[in-house]
């Protein structure tokens, strides 16, 4: 921490150190985007200008989740006014970005259909802004929620403040790396990329051929642009491998750390990766989630920080999670769950504090935990091994889903009588697998088709399920409630053979 002020002279740990880089590197490349340099200076003097503009603690403030260096400057100026920051990704359907709106109570949009904003009158505020500037809060995303609905997660600046900080040294940064931005901006995987580069003087490199679907064209660019450090989705870089694997290609020299995340590692694409030659690269395996602000959890799985390993990944092995970082303090309950506190605990979900109180609480000492869900076991020398989850939530691209989300907005449809939603291995793939029952009177024979329909019109991509199968009935518990994995084992079970004569 320095002892500069931020722009509008109040204390924030994050523009502190983003300000004292400017100080330190004012003329050297902040953002790269499509070949043109953004300096420090400018980068700088952008954001100030735009905190400017919007006044001082301006609220909630959402700003389009597109990959362009304006994304990066409403973030800045967003948190030197001393605002919060709303990613809302223009692609989602509008009544999902309505809804997102609403539950960050947010007034003011950068950049967003002014229509999107809900009405004013009578909207409460996000919070009355605390003393502490470090408890104000520094930007709200979204997880899956039971209800349908948008749950926004409330980070506090101490908490993106003190991540941050820590993943400088984890990812062992310095002004001549260039990061490559590549996560969703709607995601805090991105957060990992753009704050720790931008408050240690390095570049932020965003262009278009990270996204254009070809592995060809993405290695291209990235020895184009020297970049040394990619921070990808565990089932992307799965598929790297894969690429890597079967043409005899390399990642460029100028790559020198791989951060992986989201799930868990197969073992088959470690073995895959360990045989290529990549023993330079750090290849580093992270944990964390929304609610406790980016990584909590890393180990190095290859490279020249890896502990030696006595054999080769086999198909029964767990890739560790890791160890905690310094900052975040970890329990194991009796039950096995990961409970994890420290200052990169978030405020809560806003506007829903039963859901709030069922994740999050206090111990005696008065040390804030939040319940991750998650079931894990603890090596000898400390490293922890994720075991599954505890609740039906499960991942689909690395984000976290409740299959009760899904089911609520499936639902919903005219012609569905009941639904169950779980998660499947489709094509060497985590995704949503939906079983859903017609009601009396629907066309059966085209109802997956317009379930797909309606839920295109009204939720990310991501929450739409890759096979949705119209079945007579689901299975149900003894208490009569649907039983979702046995409806999967029922209903995904290929058909028997017909007897021969």
Known sequence: MTNNRNIHGATSDLIDAFTETVRRYPARPAIVHQGQDLSYRQLHELARSLADRIGASPGVVAVPAVHAPDTVVGLLGILAAGGAYCPVDPAFPRQRQQGMLAAACCRTTLGLDPELVPETAGLPRLVEPPEDASERPAYLLFTSGSTGQPKPVVTPRRAISAAVDALRTLFGLTPEDRVLQF?????????????????????????????????PRLLRMIERERITVLDLPTAFWHELVLHLAEEGAALPGSVRLVVIGGEAANPARLGD????????????????????????????????????????????????????????????????????GGPAVALGYLGLPEATAARFGEDAEGVRWFRTGDRVSRAPDGVL?????????????????????VEAHIGGHPGVQAVAVTGATVAGRSALVAYVVPR?????????????????????????????TVVPELVLTASGKVDRAASHRRHSAPAPAPAHP
């Open 440 to 468: 009396a009177g629907a066309a059966a024979a085209t109802l997956d088709a317009e379930v797909r329909a309606y839920l295109r019109d009204r939720v990310p991509g991501h929450l739409v399920p890759g096979r949705i």
């Open 385 to 405: 091994t994720h075991r599954g989850r505890l609740d039906g939530e499960f991942k689909i691209r690395g984000i976290r889903v409740d299959p009760a989300e």
């Open 273 to 340: 990766w360990a045989a290529l030659d990549t023993g330079r690269i750090r290849l580093l395996n992270t944990y964390g989630s929304t609610e406790t602000t980016l990584i909590t959890h890393a180990v190095d799985l290859h490279g020249p920080l890896a502990a030696a390993r006595d054999r080769p990944w086999t198909p029964g092995d767990r890739a560790p999670i890791g160890r905690a970082l310094p900052h975040v303090h970890e329990r194991i309950d009796e039950s096995g769950e990961l409970l994890i």
């Open 183 to 215: 996560a969703s901006l709607n995601w805090d995987t991105c957060f990992e990329e753009i704050l720790p580069t931008l408050t240690t003087g390095a570049a932020l490199v965003l262009d278009p051929e990270a996204h254009s679907g070809s592995f």
